[in-house]
């Protein structure tokens, strides 16, 4: 293979690329090493990180190789031949590296009682911290021309940042007793407190966490829809009040107990009222119709509410009549005026 006079590496229109794999390792002291702004070059003998350069153009050296040169024991001066992995890291921050939960996390919310399916969407920025590090434990081997683009490494890091987050919004929201209704306000702080928890992980690798950010705690229509429905009953027991609440709730369930096949009965099993709602129901009949003042019918003897315009049992008119001849008020039930002894008309 010819020997490399001169390496460089001018990096990607898209500017995506994380780590680049030079495809010589043939190389010679006295060739012209370029790092470009951006970038830094790791040299590797055997699998050993050797020497590291920032950016700036060289000529390659026992100088500059010191590590390399302790591992080859090339002699000094001339141009000897040696053989090396190079590898161009790129340091500048990514700060778009996106992250979200693929699968929700149910929790029941404290305020509502409701069973939530939570989603957190967000992005990251990342920096190179430890460029050794970095090859060592997150590169491994590589073939030769290959390229690492950022996506890979979101890929790597998307399971340690997405169970963090999903144990931390919990917390917040199951201990914490935070509404996810009301967490917004709370992202900044959840946002900061993520960092920092993932941050030390992340570290291990030779990276650095500048920035984290939650853009979006949600939750499906479908459970939103669930919560708004249990506002719209609390407000109705707030305007109504408990004992009428509980009333009308009540006759909510006899409303729909004609249209059942096991009528009043199994309204209260369909309706949800239990044994002792339904028994305690039961003893308020007797002490309402106590309550209420009652009189007998005067064609069937029946008991009708006083007042009542038609008996409930037979249908007669209960209604006061008077005389077509003197005008003296009947007692319902006359067939004769108790006054001058007409026969009264049907």
């Not at 229109?13 to 970038?39: C, F, M, N």
């Not at 700060?95 to 989603?119: A, N």
Request: aromatic share 10%; charged share 20%; hydrophobic share 40%.
């Amino acid at each position: 293979m010819a020997l490399i006079d001169r390496v460089k590496f001018d990096g990607l229109a898209t500017r995506d690329w994380l780590v680049y794999k030079h495809p010589s390792e043939s190389l010679v002291t006295g060739t012209q090493l370029i790092v470009s702004e951006g970038q830094a070059v790791l040299f590797v003998k055997g699998g050993q990180v050797c020497d590291i350069f920032t950016p700036g153009t060289y000529t390659l050296s026992t100088q500059n190789l010191p590590i390399l040169q302790s591992v080859i024991n090339f002699p000094f001066g001339g141009k000897t031949p040696f053989t090396a992995e190079v590898f161009y890291l790129n340091t500048v921050t990514k700060l778009d590296v996106s992250w979200g939960t693929s699968d929700p996390i149910t929790i029941i919310d404290p305020k509502y009682s409701t069973r939530l399916r939570i989603r957190a969407f967000g992005q990251m920025g990342l920096r190179l911290s430890d460029y050794a590090v970095f090859l060592r434990e997150l590169i491994g081997s590589m073939q030769q021309s290959e390229f690492v683009r950022f996506d890979k490494l979101q890929q790597f890091f998307r399971g340690v940042i997405v169970q963090r987050i999903k144990v931390i919004i919990a917390d917040i929201i199951v201990n914490q007793k935070i509404s996810a209704l009301e967490i917004t306000p709370k992202l900044d702080e959840i946002s900061e407190f993520t960092r920092s928890k993932i941050k030390e992980t992340i570290e291990g690798y030779g990276l650095d966490v500048v920035n984290f950010f939650i853009k979006s705690i949600n939750f499906p229509d479908e459970d939103f829809d669930a919560i708004n429905a249990v506002l719209h009953k609390r407000a109705e027991f707030d305007l109504i009040g408990d004992s009428r609440y509980a009333t009308a709730r009540t006759f909510d369930v006899y409303e729909t107990a004609a249209g059942n096949e096991s009528g009043v009965a199994g309204a209260f099993v369909a309706g949800g009222v239990g044994l002792g709602a339904g028994v305690a129901l039961g003893s308020q009949i007797p002490q309402v119709m106590a309550n209420t003042k009652m009189k007998s019918c005067p064609y069937c003897s029946s008991n009708v509410v006083d007042g009542a315009k038609f008996c409930n049992d037979c249908g007669k008119n209960l209604e006061s009549q008077k005389c077509q001849k003197c005008g003296v008020a009947l007692i319902p039930g006359s067939k004769f005026c108790n006054e001058c002894g007409t026969e009264v008309t049907k």
